[in-house]
């Protein structure tokens, strides 16, 4: 896909390091009505919260653009079909060639990097691939980002989707922008790795790049991988008589659940603050998976869940992370944001999803 755009014209001007003209160039440049509908790159686009953010930012006035990687990737079709404005770039986070093509095709005002391989699980078999994609992606982003949008008071805005999972076997409770780190998986190594490479292009060289620590948060378009999903998927399944049993693997780990939905305006609230910064974005409640279970078999009238739940050890992880619960206080106070769906709600509008979507499926 090629677009349409001439140089902006604040790039051009070289000559002055003058602060209050540069703030006053990206206010032009953001607002200028040359160039009405400022553009979003979303890496990921085709995940969980690339769908949220890209209705989001359609919905805010944005044009959207999501990289996507393969050369025929079958979530085109259906990420197209659902969200038709979405323009989409071809590229790959292992590619750093490929990453700078897409920013000099799109030239975008923000860069969400969502893109990620994102199942924990995985990334213990997948360790090297988790690494290069999830950590070393990043910092070719951030390497992009400074080719194309130049040395000095570069235009592009970065979001960074850093993870609770940073915080592993946790250190303090509950977890805030300052606590310490201690990873208990490949892909939380990962995310430390770009976590702190985005702080450090931050403060080497100026960029606008943003962390956001978000905790986990689901909804209907989780993958099913995740245990959230698993759960109301076969809740659904089962209540239909598709499915007899629901087999799990840890389910004393506790989490602060939010809804997709609610986290992706986060996402965007940072980067519309004059100074980047790093935030957690949690609800600050924490769950067992068995509190889940019960309010998802409950919803769907199938009574004790006991009865259909039993454990298979493949699901056990090397090493676990046994308790997360966030501190979103600063988020609060300085974005505005705050969750609106709480615990009960998500796990009733996933379940009711699900029955919904089963049913049409059986049929
Ligand atoms: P997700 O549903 O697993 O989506 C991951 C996305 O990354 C997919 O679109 C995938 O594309 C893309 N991707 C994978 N490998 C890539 C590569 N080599 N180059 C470019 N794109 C690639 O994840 P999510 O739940 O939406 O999460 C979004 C981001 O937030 C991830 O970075 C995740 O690690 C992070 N995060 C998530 C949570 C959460 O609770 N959801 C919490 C904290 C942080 P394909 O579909 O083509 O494979
Ligand atoms: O596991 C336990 C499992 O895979 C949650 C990602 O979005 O959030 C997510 O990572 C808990 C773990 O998510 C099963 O051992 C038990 O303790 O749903 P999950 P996650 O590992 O918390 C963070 C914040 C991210 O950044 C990640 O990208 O549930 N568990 N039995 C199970 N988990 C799964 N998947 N399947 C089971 O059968």
Redesign the pocket.
């Known amino acids: 896909m090629q677009a349409e755009r001439t140089q902006k014209p604040c790039r051009t001007h070289t000559a002055s390091d003058d602060d209050y003209f540069i703030a006053a160039c990206h206010l032009i440049e953001r607002t200028s009505s040359l160039y009405p509908m400022p553009r979003a790159l979303i890496t990921g686009i085709t995940g969980q919260d690339g769908q949220h953010l890209a209705e989001f930012l359609h919905e805010k006035g944005y044009e959207v653009f999501g990289l996507i990687k393969g050369q025929n990737n079958p979530k085109i079709e259906p990420l197209l079909a659902e969200f038709p404005y979405v323009r989409v770039v071809s590229g790959d986070l292992t590619d750093f060639s490929s990453l700078v093509a897409a920013l000099r095709t799109v030239q975008p005002d923000e860069i969400y990097n969502l893109g ?1 391989i ?4 995985i990334s213990f078999t997948q360790a090297e691939l988790t690494s290069n994609v999830t950590g070393l992606g990043v910092l070719r982003m951030l390497e992009a980002i400074r080719l194309v949008g130049g040395e000095k008071s570069n235009p592009i805005r970065f979001y960074q989707a850093s ?3 940073m915080y592993g076997k946790v250190r303090e409770i509950p977890q805030n922008e300052l606590t310490a780190f201690h990873p208990r998986s490949p ?1 939380g190594v990962a ?1 430390v790795f770009g976590h702190h490479m985005t702080v450090n292009y931050r403060e080497s060289y100026g960029l606008h790049a943003s962390s956001g620590i ?3 948060h689901e909804g209907p378009r989780r993958g099913y ?4 999903r ?1 759960i109301s998927s076969s809740v659904a399944r089962i209540k239909l008589g598709m499915q007899d049993k629901l ?5 004393a ?1 506790k ?1 602060d659940w939010g809804y997709a939905g609610d986290y992706v305006k986060a996402m965007w609230l940072m980067l519309q603050q004059e100074v980047p910064d790093d935030y957690v974005i949690a609800t600050g409640e924490t769950h067992e ?1 068995t509190e889940f279970l019960q309010l998802a078999f409950e919803c769907a009238g199938l009574g004790d869940w006991h009865k259909y739940v039993g454990v298979d050890k493949q ?3 090397p090493a ?2 046994d308790l997360l619960v966030g501190d979103a206080t600063k988020a609060e106070k300085t974005l505005g944001w705050k969750r609106e769906v709480d615990f009960p709600s998500l796990v009733e509008m996933m379940v009711r999803h699900d029955l919904d979507l089963e049913a049409k499926r059986a049929k």
Do not use: C, D
């Open positions: 990620a994102s199942f924990v699980a993870s609770s999972e892909y995310k978000l905790f986990n991988e995740f245990v959230t698993k087999l799990l693997g840890n389910m780990a989490r998976i699901y056990f992880r676990e992370v």
